[in-house]
T-cell receptor, first 114, second 114 residues
């Protein structure tokens, strides 16, 4: 069974801090890893990673994938209160009769204090 | 707004009643997914459509659950004889398809079964 584990489960920081969120996975037939941000509503898409070692960047957020060690990290620099959310990691691992469903981790709850 | 939409946003029902939710995907997307999310957990896959064909169903989807996508556009998810354990957020996502599969989520329908 495919498995995605995120750590830490929760994190409390102050504005301006830098945070690193971790996602490890055990899946067969890995295709891609996705990061989402969820703020009391539906997850919003952040990044899709398919290749090892290539950093994806969007403003203060960046992410990288290591397919050998089976993990990804999401970095947020100069955190702001608006970054407070649950960050979800998901893996797509099609195979057999699976056509691209996502398997999610349990999420990391990030709280940024002013 | 050209994103994924879901109706209703909230549904409160009594145990034993039937409920139906609707999802309208992004118009050019041919793949549509249903997920269920309970408090403190990441979304769990329920079922997947490519156009009008339902290609995969999770073991989570008991025979009380049925989903359709009759013309390959909107989709409905029906739960018959609801139970308190069905209380959750039901999320719909869509994607364009192809090799890589960024899924975009709707706002969800929050179901409460009393």
């Amino acid at each position: 069974e495919d498995k995605v584990v995120q750590s830490p489960l929760s994190l409390v920081v102050h504005e301006g801090d830098t945070v690193t969120l971790n996602c490890s996975y055990e899946v067969t037939n890995f295709r891609s890893l996705l990061w989402y941000k969820q703020e009391k509503k539906a997850p919003t898409f952040l990044f899709m990673l398919t290749s090892s070692g290539i950093e994806k960047k969007s403003g203060r957020l960046s992410s990288i994938l290591d397919k050998k060690e089976l993990f990804s990290i999401l970095n947020i620099t100069a955190t702001q209160t608006g970054d407070s959310a649950v960050y979800l990691c998901a893996v797509e691992a099609p195979g057999g009769t699976s056509y691209g469903k996502l398997t999610f981790g349990q999420g990391t709850i990030l709280t940024v204090h002013p | 707004d050209t994103g994924v939409s879901q109706n209703p946003r909230h549904k409160i029902t009594k145990r034993g009643q039937n409920v139906t939710f609707r999802c309208d995907p992004i118009s050019e997307h041919n793949r549509l997914y249903w997920y269920r999310q309970t408090l403190g957990q990441g979304p769990e896959f329920l079922t997947y459509f490519q156009n009008e064909a339902q290609l995969e169903k999770s073991r989570l989807l008991s025979d009380r659950f049925s989903a359709e996508r009759p013309k390959g556009s909107f989709s409905t998810l029906e739960i018959q004889r609801t139970e308190q354990g069905d209380s959750a957020m039901y999320l719909c996502a869509s994607s364009f398809g192809g090799t890589y599969n960024e899924q975009f989520f709707g706002p969800g329908t929050r179901l409460t079964v009393l």
